[in-house]
């Protein structure tokens, strides 16, 4: 009895602890967890993506069929649909059989297409995805066509024109990593451009003159791009750092001294420099005191070393050009007597190589360049003759290009990257022609391509190796980036992109804001917040945003000026034509304002209303009385 009580009274009491866990919020703890049958899920999944993909087959040949009469390769299409069909029946299968685990899970894989073209209906190793080539197609290696023609290379399919000034651009400097160019002139200004900064405005971010009164003659970055190299027409070089901020300048010789190797630094005017290609300490120069130095950075007091060339009876000879090698060992000059001579760097006495015939005595060597292997040097001469050299073989010159005129000290000539082409640049007299830029074969010296520039004379070129853009500086002040959009990187592509900036208007209205820490509250200007603002304000002042009357020039009535000739008697005549007032009746002119003067009283008849005696106007006379008075009545004129 006492066990029935017991089990009738358990579920009342389980109801009751369900009620209560409810009530308090866990009611949902302790139930057991919920199974999933993952391969019944997985066999779900699987059919949904076999059905998915045989719908999105059907779409495809539906379209392809469509497609087919008018596609012109027919039969490619027709190798797709039996691609198709074999994949659909493979698909087909592999849905009747279920239990396989080799069975896709997915969209359908990518149909291969034969590479060779639509006749080949095998795969090979070829094969590409895609659409069907087109009619006519044939599969052309392009970097093999480029290897056997280097004129494709060359990227001058495009070109921008930077403003110099307008006289001669007589340096140019691109830093290792092309992102700024400096140009110099013999307006004595270095400026400065940014190609990532620059809009298709094209302005220069800043223009100086680090050496005053002196034509620039070289400028070079250098191998870190941190520090820039000016040579002008003086005897002391410079540094300046990326943003044009003197770092160093060399120290000027005793030019009494009559041993140039005693003196700490050049006496006469300067004719070229440049960095070292691995020591980005060490810097060249070249002067006309018969003397090329190699100057530390960190000391300018005093030269590193001193090279004097010398000529075949050993006098003082000036060298008119200088440059490092490729690897740094050695350093190469052309001299006036139409020698180019070599040294050891570290052996400054005797030269490594030398050629006492390079160039035609009398003539300045304008330009020395080592070819990116190293062994090939190029000189152009002022002689109008360009020459290549190897410098293991140095008593001939390998290949010799003639009439070239050069009319510059400075007139370039560069190797392309690849070191297969040669460009040098071409003067021209006033008038007669265009300056051209020409590129030469390094092996067979045959003129492959050239590029008329304008109608000035070229005489600097750049050719950037990571840009692959050529910069070319002009005689009328002109600085021209060639490039390809497809060949060239960065450089001049950053900045042609970008519109030009609108000026804001703001920047012209708003006043200079006066700071007067110690000025007491009520004399303190109110600081200005933000320039909208402050433009939002001036709008609303009538004075400020009345907009002013255009300039008048020439006779006017009234402050303004009429639509006449600029004569006095023209405005005469237009005066008195304009005129309608009729003065003849000083009564009337002057009642014409007295009905005005009375109903609106504005000077003097308020200060005396109260005084004044109201005036009585005679009243006209007719001149039918007037003749009936007698004679001896009438007024006598």
Not at 501 to 519: F, N, S, V
């Amino acid at each position: 009895m006492d066990q029935r009580n017991v089990s009738a009274a358990a579920p009342d009491s389980m109801k009751n602890n369900a009620d209560i866990s409810s009530l308090m919020g866990f009611s949902g703890f302790g139930k057991k967890a919920r199974t999933f049958d993952l391969e019944a899920i997985f066999e779900q999944t699987r059919r949904t993506a076999i059905e998915r993909s045989q719908k999105v087959i059907e779409q495809r040949e539906a379209e392809e069929v469509g497609t087919a009469d008018r596609s012109p390769g027919a039969s490619y299409s027709g190798l797709n649909d039996q691609s198709t069909a074999s994949y659909r029946n493979r698909v087909s299968s592999d849905s009747d059989d279920e239990s396989s685990d080799d069975e896709p899970v997915g969209p359908p894989l990518p149909l291969k297409t034969s590479g060779s073209g639509p006749d080949d209906g095998s795969s090979s190793d070829g094969d590409f995805i895609g659409p069907p080539l087109p009619p006519g197609y044939r599969k052309v290696d392009e970097d093999e066509d480029a290897e056997d023609n280097p004129v494709k290379r060359i990227p001058d399919s495009h070109e921008i024109i930077l403003h110099h000034g307008s006289k001669t651009v007589s340096a140019l400097g691109l830093d290792p990593s092309g992102a700024r160019l400096v140009s110099g002139g013999y307006d004595y200004d270095v400026r400065f451009w940014d190609f990532a900064g620059m809009d298709a405005s094209l302005q220069a971010f800043r223009s100086l003159q680090p050496c005053e009164c002196h034509h620039i003659k070289s400028l070079q970055y250098s191998v870190t791009g941190d520090v820039i190299l000016v040579v002008a027409g003086n005897s002391q070089a410079k540094v300046l750092d990326r943003d044009g901020f003197q770092v160093l300048e060399c120290v000027k010789g005793d030019q009494y001294i009559v041993d140039m190797a005693n003196t700490k630094g050049h006496t006469a005017m300067l004719n070229g420099g440049c960095w070292h290609p691995k020591i980005k300490e060490e810097f060249l120069t070249c002067s006309s005191d018969g003397t090329v130095r190699t100057w530390d950075i960190n000391n300018e007091k005093k030269h590193k070393g001193v090279f004097k060339p010398r000529s075949a009876t050993g006098k003082k000879v000036i060298p008119t050009s200088c440059t490092y090698s490729r690897d740094g060992k050695f350093i190469a000059a052309g001299c006036q007597d139409g020698t180019i001579q070599i040294w050891d760097r570290n052996l400054s006495v005797h030269t490594k190589f030398h050629c006492r015939q390079a160039h035609i005595p009398g003539s300045e060597t304008s330009c020395l360049t080592f070819s990116y292997t190293g062994n090939i040097l190029a000189s152009r001469g002022g002689d109008d003759t360009l020459k290549t050299w190897d410098i293991r073989n140095f008593r001939k010159p390998l290949n010799v290009a003639t009439g070239l005129p050069s009319f510059f000290p400075m007139t370039d000539c560069c190797f392309s990257p690849d070191d297969k082409l040669l460009v040098t640049c071409t003067s021209v007299k006033k008038g007669d022609g265009n300056g051209k830029l020409l590129f030469f074969d390094c092996e067979t010296f045959q003129k492959m391509y050239e590029i008329e520039v304008t109608d000035a004379s070229i005489v600097r070129c750049l050719w950037h190796p990571k840009l692959n853009q050529i910069m070319v500086g002009t005689g009328n002040g002109l600085v021209k980036v060639y490039y390809d959009p497809v060949k060239s990187h960065r450089g001049a592509k950053l900045c042609v992109v970008k519109n030009k900036r609108k000026c804001k208007q703001a920047e012209t209205l708003t006043q200079d804001y006066i700071i007067t820490p110690h000025a007491l509250p009520m004399f303190r200007e109110a600081r200005q917040r933000s320039t909208r603002k402050q433009l939002e304000k001036d709008r609303l002042d009538p004075l400020k945003s009345h907009k002013p009357e255009p300039p008048v020039s020439g006779p006017g009535r009234g402050g303004r000026v009429g639509t006449h000739g600029g004569t006095l008697s023209s405005f005469i005549v237009k005066n008195i034509a304009l005129d309608k007032t009729d003065d003849s009746n000083p009564r009337e002119a002057i009642l014409r304002h007295a009905k005005d003067a009375l109903e609106n009283p504005y000077w003097v008849a308020p200060a005396y209303s109260q005084t004044q005696p109201e005036p009585v106007f005679a009243e006209s006379e007719s001149d039918e009385e007037e003749d009936k008075e007698p004679e001896w009545k009438k007024r006598k004129i």
